[in-house]
């Protein structure tokens, strides 16, 4: 257990719709950061977020958004969504700050769009 | 532009063998660090190693062992006396020290490993 919690572990949902994936970083951790891992396109970075503020977005469409909130928790919500959008998607987080460190991965979520 | 690459998609081998990942790496930065990530079929990534640019030094934690090699920008792991249990994708990555420590992924390594 890496100790980062994502809900929910499954999500089916229709084209054009709108979820909310939530996760939880590691105690202590100031660091989150969202990946996609899909078939086509393998594990991409979509964006990161220290101590509540945006720090890097990587290939993140424009129907998708993220935020920190002041307890650190994090949102990646997807909108207008697309069959193409159904992948696993997690959330990592790492202790942040200056310098690289290892990120610990949640469980995931694998989000399916019919 | 940085790049992972993890020329091997499948290898299967019979428990007992030893068996080595390859990886690839391309960056134009003198600082940057390499990780080796485990994807069991339950699905969740697990980290294994991080290695920093500067230090070339082999490492070893049990069956596990990581050779670095800046002359050929490869970072490869070998599983030892392989086990059915560590059949699982195993991902490198790479990251620099731009302003953001985001992971770049090579495509994976599907590993199975036969009684």
């Known amino acids: 257990d890496s100790g980062v919690t994502q809900t929910p572990k499954h999500l089916i949902t229709a084209t054009g719709q709108r979820v909310t994936l939530r996760c939880s970083p590691r105690?202590?951790?100031?660091?989150v950061y969202w990946y996609q891992q899909s078939l086509d396109q393998g594990l991409q970075f979509l964006i990161q977020y220290y101590n509540g503020e945006e720090r890097a977005k990587g290939n993140i469409l424009e129907r998708f958004s993220a935020q920190q909130f002041p307890d650190l928790h994090s949102e990646l919500n997807l909108s207008s969504l697309e069959l193409g959008d159904s992948a696993l998607y997690f959330c990592?987080?790492?202790?942040?700050?200056?310098?690289?460190?290892?990120?610990?991965f949640g469980p995931g979520t694998r989000l399916t769009v019919t | 532009a940085q790049k992972v690459t993890q020329a091997q998609t499948e290898i299967s081998v019979v428990e007992k063998e030893d068996v080595t990942l390859d990886c690839v790496y391309e960056t134009r930065d003198t600082t940057y660090y390499l990780f080796w990530y485990k994807q069991p079929p339950s699905g969740e990534l697990v980290f294994l190693i991080r290695r920093n640019s500067f230090d070339e030094q082999n490492e070893i934690s049990g069956r596990y062992s990581w050779n670095f090699q800046k002359s050929t920008s490869s970072f490869n792991f070998t599983i030892t006396a392989s086990q059915v249990v560590d059949s699982a994708v195993y991902f490198c990555?790479?990251?620099?020290?731009?302003?953001?420590?985001?992971?770049?992924f090579g495509t994976g390594t599907r590993l199975q490993v036969f009684p």
């Open positions: 105690s202590g951790d100031l660091s």
């Open positions: 990555a790479l990251s620099d020290t731009d302003n953001t420590d985001k992971l770049i």
């Open positions: 990592a987080s790492s202790t942040g700050g200056t310098g690289v460190y290892e990120q610990y």
